[in-house]
């Protein structure tokens, strides 16, 4: 696999932590600088605004897609799945802690949870691999990056299906009526499917990340369509970006199954092997 | 700020030691992965963190549902009647899951029940190694796996309802969550069983047969500690979402 | 609403209905897609120089999988009681759109397994694409109707309601018809119907792993055959199960009451089953007897 050209590790984990806490920031300042424009521009940037948050969330999944690959390689004996799972577990805690602890520090609370999630799939990572003895080299350094990412993807979805990362907003507007569970799942789901779906021998890593944009778009889509409920036009915006961003890569996932996948035929027999 | 009193310290006690009941638990259920679907394998033909969870998560709506009654809520034991509400659901997912899984491997397979790991079942005395056809692990749900999953699952269900009970009650007196205590304490048990049930996985890593898998005795007290120490710093920070808005 | 004991009764068993279609449904749903623990068959047939014509529906195990379309279902539905639908319409436009998505995820794992199997030479067959999505799809609409129908039943119309919202108690039923149906309808189909030139009840060797049956009554088998062998057995049985999950862990505490006696109720049903699958157990033994009789004689006479 080294013989193709690979996006470095490094280079994904800066565009997860830069793009997610970009989007996730931005839904905070898009609506100040409207309130400070006024006019129908104040308009126009409270409706974008919570999609930013969504934005922010592809960015984390993204980098959450990779990382799971690389962990997942090594085989963990109880599928792709689960690492999910965890990351979403850790996610969840860490930034339901840190959007609460900041209290009034608003502004905080997402990098505080980013860095709870590191120390806590650092703590992990590290039992998995000193105590439990998984032998997976990457384990510490992968377990913690999925717990950030995790945390990242909770924070942005949430801020585009509540409009504001405020602890006290969230709470009414979407741990009352269920749609954090739905961030939760979609979120681990978008995460793992990735790698899970394009499992084989002959996995290629452009491939995946294209899936990896398609699925954090469906995720943005229904955080939309949650949107409307909570927030009105801005949820309909939501949906509206998602559903062409996720157009777009769906289409150039296909691009590279037909490109990579042995033959495509309409129908046919089995082709005789040699066997 | 949360002041560090006895009261506080024992809930982050419970909350770590419904966390290593949740990892304990998962050891105790007979799951045989891929290879049991086959038939290859003694156990439940499914993951292990997935019907741990499953089972688990149908305690967590029998112990809410319990623990939302008021006159429950006013009882002073209301702990040990949600715990058993949590156990209930929890085993009567599992033994419904395990007996129509026997129903399958008996008349839709056609293969006797046998375990791999001993020769006669621990609590019937029946033969096993007998009925092991050849080139498998076993089959199917001998008896001693069967009654090794129901307490897994009840301890999977007090697990659970465990962390929820001392979840929701220190929310419930929360300035900010309030009337939300149930959502709150729902996701965050979520979170806390989830990690909680995927970190003991990798070292079952894929079959265990219940609390006669000599696998069982080897992989415990390391994943024990793991989930202690991991639900300890949980229970830490759940606490600290619900005091740290005072 | 105020409920009487014969109508919590009543709505009590709708439920268990519902739980039993949906936990049907389900089975059938992964086997027409070949999803969960049988599909490491599927996945590993081309390695073995098999190459098939089967779906690859590798979404993740069935669990999240179904979670996952639950609690989109459970989303959308709030998002349309709240906009004052009707709760039937919006309970069927919920689980059209989650769905919907299912299906996508579907395709995706299908065409992204397969392209990575390119070095065992197996296609990607369009046709299977095509008319078997939209059977995922239906089956899966039917899952996700049936458990969002009861998520909004248990939060809504049962008294007491439960405290949580309908995205999270659909997500649980999600979770839960997803480990039933991996555990019990998916041995049918991967222990049977994949293998099912070999003779029966003879014990899979780990030896014929990935070596699954490729033809069909008529032609070569698809995931459509499969369904079609497991609708008459596995499919149902896991009905059974999920149906029985739904209405035993509700019927102690709704006809006697949130107490120690529907505790000790629900714990004595746990023990009838201890009791009914080691009758199973004697009864299997005895009709199928031992593999090693022979082996054992020997060691006996030495």
Same mark, same amino acid.
């Given at each position: 696999?080294?013989e ?13 932590v830069?793009?997610?806490l ?9 609506p ?14 409270t409706?974008?605004a919570?999609a930013?948050g969504?934005?922010g ?43 609460s ?8 609370g ?18 998995a ?21 995790g ?18 907003s ?19 789901m ?9 499992l ?16 954090g ?16 036009n ?18 150039k ?9 042995a ?13 | ?36 679907a086959?038939?290859q ?6 993951g ?8 688990g ?13 008021p ?9 040990a ?17 395990m ?6 491997y ?6 006797p ?20 056809s ?20 009840a301890?999977?269900?007090i697990g659970?309802?465990?962390i ?6 220190i ?6 969550i ?19 049930a995927?970190?003991?996985?990798y ?20 994943y ?23 | ?6 109508m ?6 709708f439920?268990?209905a ?48 179904n ?33 919907? &998505?299912?299906? &996508?995820?579907?395709?995706?794992s299908y065409?992204?397994?397969?392209a ?10 369009m046709?299977i694409?095509?008319y ?33 919202s309908?995205?999270?108690?659909a997500? &649980? ?14 041995v ?22 990935g ?30 199960a999920?149906?029985l ?15 120690w ?15 009914l ?7 299997v ?18």
């Amino acid at each position: 696999m080294s013989e193709i050209k690979e996006t470095s590790p490094n280079t994904l984990m800066a565009f997860g932590v830069i793009g997610g806490l970009l989007g996730i920031y931005l839904t905070y300042i898009l609506p100040l600088a409207g309130n400070a424009a006024g006019g129908p521009v104040k308009g126009l940037l409270t409706t974008i605004a919570p999609a930013a948050g969504a934005l922010g969330g592809i960015c984390a999944i993204v980098w959450g897609a990779e990382a799971v690959r690389r962990v997942a390689k090594y085989g963990l004996g109880t599928g792709v799945p689960s690492i999910g799972q965890i990351a979403m577990g850790m996610g969840i805690i860490a930034a339901m802690f840190g959007l609460s602890i900041v209290g009034q520090l608003t502004l905080a609370g997402p990098i505080v949870a980013l860095l709870t999630a590191s120390v806590i799939g650092l703590i992990i990572g590290w039992f998995a691999q000193n105590v439990i003895k998984m032998k997976i080299p990457v384990m510490i350094r992968c377990m913690t990056e999925i717990a950030a990412a995790g945390s990242l993807v909770i924070i942005g979805f949430s801020a585009a299906a509540a409009g504001s990362f405020e602890f006290g907003s969230l709470i009414t507007l979407v741990f009352d009526n269920g749609i954090i569970l739905g961030v939760f799942w979609i979120g681990a789901m978008a995460m793992l499917h990735p790698f899970n779906a394009c499992l084989g021998p002959d996995e290629k890593q452009k491939r995946l990340l294209y899936l990896a944009f398609s699925t954090g778009a469906i995720t943005m889509a229904v955080t939309g369509i949650a949107g409307i409920m909570t927030l009105g036009n801005a949820g309909i915006f939501t949906l509206l970006v998602g559903v062409v961003i996720w157009l777009i890569f769906y289409k150039k996932f296909w691009d590279e199954v037909y490109k990579d996948a042995a033959s495509v035929l309409g129908t046919g027999l089995i082709p005789k092997t040699e066997a | 700020m949360v002041v560090l009193d006895p009261t506080t310290l024992i809930n982050v006690l419970l909350i770590a030691i419904s966390g290593t009941l949740v990892c304990i638990a998962v050891h105790f259920i007979p799951v045989g992965g891929a290879p049991a679907a086959m038939a290859q394998a003694t156990g439940i033909g499914t993951g292990t963190v997935e019907l741990a969870a499953g089972s688990g998560l149908v305690g967590l709506i029998t112990a809410s549902a319990m623990y939302a009654i008021p006159s429950v809520q006013a009882d002073p034991n209301a702990m040990a009647l949600v715990l058993a509400a949590g156990a209930m659901g929890s085993m009567i997912m599992l033994a419904s899951t395990m007996l129509a899984g026997s129903l399958v491997y008996a008349y839709g397979v056609g293969v006797p029940f046998a375990s791999a790991q001993v020769k006669k079942d621990p609590i019937t005395g029946a033969r096993q190694d007998l009925y092991m056809s050849k080139g498998t692990q076993g089959q199917g749900l001998p008896t001693v796996c069967f009654v090794s999953g129901i307490i897994g699952a009840a301890l999977g269900g007090i697990g659970g309802a465990l962390i929820y009970f001392v979840l929701v009650k220190i929310y419930a007196t929360s300035a900010l969550i309030g009337g939300s205590a149930a959502a709150v304490a729902g996701v965050f048990t979520m979170g806390v069983f989830y990690v909680n049930a995927v970190v003991p996985s990798y070292g079952v890593g894929g079959t265990i047969e219940g609390f006669h898998d000599p696998k069982f005795s080897r992989v415990i007290p390391k994943y024990a500690l793991t989930s202690f120490v991991v639900s300890a710093l949980c229970g830490i920070l759940a606490i600290l979402i619900g005091g740290g808005l005072i | 609403m105020v409920l009487d004991l014969t109508m919590s009764m009543a709505i009590l068993a709708f439920m268990g209905a519902l739980a039993t279609i949906a936990g049907c449904l389900e089975d059938l749903e992964s086997d027409v897609g070949s999803q969960s623990n049988p599909n490491s068959q599927v996945q590993l047939a081309p390695q073995m120089n098999f190459l098939h014509r089967i779906y690859n529906k590798a979404i993740s195990g069935e669990p999240i999988s179904n979670g996952l379309s639950a609690v989109i279902g459970g989303i959308v539905t709030t998002v349309m009681l709240n906009a004052k639908f009707f709760p039937l319409t919006a309970i069927v436009l919920g689980a059209f759109v989650a769905a919907i &998505i299912y299906g &996508i995820f579907a395709t995706t794992s299908y065409a992204g397994r397969v392209a990575s199997q390119s070095r065992f030479k197996q296609p990607l067959y369009m046709d299977i694409m095509r008319y078997t999505t939209p059977s995922i799809i239906a089956h899966n609409f039917i899952v996700c109707l049936c458990l969002v129908a009861l998520a909004y039943i248990q939060s809504q119309i049962l008294v007491p309601a439960h405290p949580f919202s309908i995205p999270f108690l659909a997500l &649980i039923w999600g979770i839960s018809v997803g480990a039933i149906g991996s555990s019990v309808g998916d041995v049918h189909y991967g222990a049977e119907r994949e293998f099912q030139n070999r003779e029966f009840g003879c014990g899979l060797n780990t030896a014929l792993s990935g070596r699954i049956v490729r033809r069909a009554e008529s032609g070569l088998r698809n995931s459509i055959d499969n369904v079609w062998f497991c609708a008459k057995y596995g499919g149902p049985v896991t009905g059974i199960a999920l149906g029985l999950t739904v209405f035993l862990s509700s019927w102690p505490t709704t006809v006697f009451g949130y107490t120690w006696i529907a505790i000790g109720v629900g714990v004595a049903i746990v023990l009838v089953m201890v009791i009914l699958n080691r009758l199973l157990e004697i009864n299997v033994k005895n009709a199928y007897g031992p593999y090693k009789e022979e082996k054992n004689e020997k060691e006996a006479a030495a």
